[in-house]
C-alpha cells in the first residue's frame, strides 16, 4: 500500500510538473502575441508609485509652511534670508548655515513625503536634449539649489540624506509664446524606466504643427516638468546661435546668402547676406549671358531665368547676330538699354 501510494504521489507529481510547464508555454506565447504587442507599443509606461514633482524643485509652496520652518529662528537678516531661500529653493550663500540647517531639518520633518525632481545629467545638441532625471524622496533636510543653478542636481543633495531613484513616465512640456501666453503641459515626453529622457526638436516641431501652430518657431522657451523643475529650454537663444552657424557657413562661400535672408532676417548681419545674394545673382546672370553668346544657352530660356535683367536687349541682339552667322565677343556685357528721350513718340 506504501508503494503503491508513493508511486501515486510520483504520478501526480509528474503531472503538475507537465501542467505547470504548459501553463508557462502558454502564458509566454500569450505575452509575445502581437496584439498585447502593440498594446504595450501604444500604451505610455506609468509609474503611479512615484509622482511628478509640482512646482519648482525645491520651492516651499506657502506662507504658513515657511513660517513654521522658521519659528526658532529670532527675528533678523538671517531670518529675512532663510525666508527668501525657501521661497525661491536657491541658496543665498555661504551666511546662516547653522540657522539653515537646522531650518532645513524641521521643514523636512513637517512635509516627509515631499518628492524633489533631480537633473543628474543633462546635455544639449542643435537637435534637442538628452536628459537623466531622477526623483529624491524621504529627505532628512530640505535640498536647495546651488545659486548658480536653476535645477536641482545630485550635488545639491548633499547633506540632504534622501532616498534617490529614477524618475520615469510622462514629463509635461510647458510652452511660452513669442507674444508672451503660456501653453500649460502642451505635450509629454516619455521618460523610460532608467530616467532617460529625448527632447527631439524635429518630433516637438511635428507635434505642435498638429496641434494647430507654426511650429517650435511659434515659442520662445520650453519649460520640462511642473515648475520646469527639470529644466527650460531657450529656443530664441538657439535660434540665434543656428543663424551665426548659418552666418558663418555662408561666409565660406558655402550655402545660398538668399535663403539666409529669408530664414533670418532679423540677424545682425542679414544686410551682407543679400549683398552676397545680389552678387550671386548677377554672377549668375553674367555665365548665363556668355553661355548664350557661345550658343550653349537658348536666348528664351535666359529670358525666363532672368526677366528683368540689363542684358536682355543685348542678347537678343548676339542672338540675331548668331543667328547669321556673325558671332560676337563672348566675354564683352552690354549696357542696359536706354530710356527713351522726351521728344520720342
Not at 540657522?99 to 531639518?105: F, K, S, Y
Not at 515631499?114 to 526623483?135: D, E
Not at 545639491?156 to 511660452?176: K, M, N, W, Y
Request: glycine share 10%; with cysteine.
Amino acid at each position: 500500500m506504501r508503494a503503491l501510494a508513493t508511486r501515486r504521489g510520483r504520478l501526480l507529481a509528474g503531472r503538475g510538473v507537465v501542467l505547470g510547464l504548459c501553463g508557462l508555454v502558454i502564458g509566454a506565447s500569450l505575452l509575445s502575441s502581437p496584439v498585447d504587442a502593440r498594446r504595450r507599443d501604444a500604451d505610455p509606461p506609468r509609474t503611479p508609485a512615484i509622482p511628478e514633482p509640482k512646482g519648482e524643485a525645491a520651492a516651499v509652496d506657502g506662507a504658513d509652511l515657511v513660517a513654521r520652518a522658521l519659528q526658532e529662528v529670532p527675528v533678523g537678516v538671517c531670518k529675512e534670508t532663510l525666508e527668501q531661500e525657501l521661497r525661491a529653493g536657491r541658496r543665498s550663500g555661504p551666511l546662516c548655515a547653522m540657522q539653515r540647517d537646522r531650518v532645513l531639518a524641521a521643514l523636512a520633518k513637517l512635509e516627509p513625503r515631499a518628492a524633489f525632481g533631480v537633473v543628474v545629467q543633462h546635455r544639449s545638441t542643435p537637435q534637442g536634449a538628452t536628459l537623466i532625471l531622477a526623483l529624491a524622496r524621504r529627505c532628512k533636510r530640505w535640498p536647495l539649489q546651488h545659486p548658480d543653478r536653476t535645477v536641482l542636481n545630485v550635488a545639491d543633495l548633499q547633506g540632504a540624506r534622501c532616498h534617490v531613484e529614477r524618475f520615469s513616465g510622462p514629463l509635461s512640456i510647458t510652452a511660452r509664446g513669442r507674444d508672451g501666453l503660456r501653453h500649460e503641459a502642451i505635450v509629454d515626453v516619455i521618460v523610460s524606466a532608467e530616467g532617460h529622457a529625448v527632447i527631439d526638436y524635429a518630433a516637438l516641431d511635428d507635434a505642435f504643427k498638429r496641434l494647430g501652430f507654426s511650429g517650435l518657431d511659434a515659442f520662445e522657451r520650453l519649460e520640462l516638468g511642473p515648475g520646469a523643475w527639470a529644466g527650460e529650454l531657450d529656443l530664441a537663444r538657439l535660434r540665434t546661435a543656428l543663424a551665426d552657424a548659418h552666418f558663418s557657413w555662408i561666409a565660406r562661400g558655402r550655402g545660398v546668402p538668399a535663403l539666409f535672408a529669408v530664414r533670418h532676417p532679423g540677424h545682425a548681419r542679414v544686410d551682407e547676406a543679400r549683398a552676397w545674394a545680389v552678387e550671386a545673382r548677377l554672377e549668375r546672370e553674367r555665365q548665363d549671358y556668355r553661355a548664350v553668346t557661345r550658343g550653349d544657352l537658348a536666348i528664351q530660356e535666359f529670358l525666363e531665368r532672368h526677366p528683368t535683367s540689363g542684358l536682355i536687349e543685348a542678347t537678343h541682339v548676339r542672338g540675331l547676330e548668331a543667328s547669321a552667322g556673325s558671332v560676337g565677343d563672348a566675354s564683352s556685357v552690354a549696357a542696359p538699354r536706354p530710356a527713351p528721350s522726351a521728344g520720342a513718340p
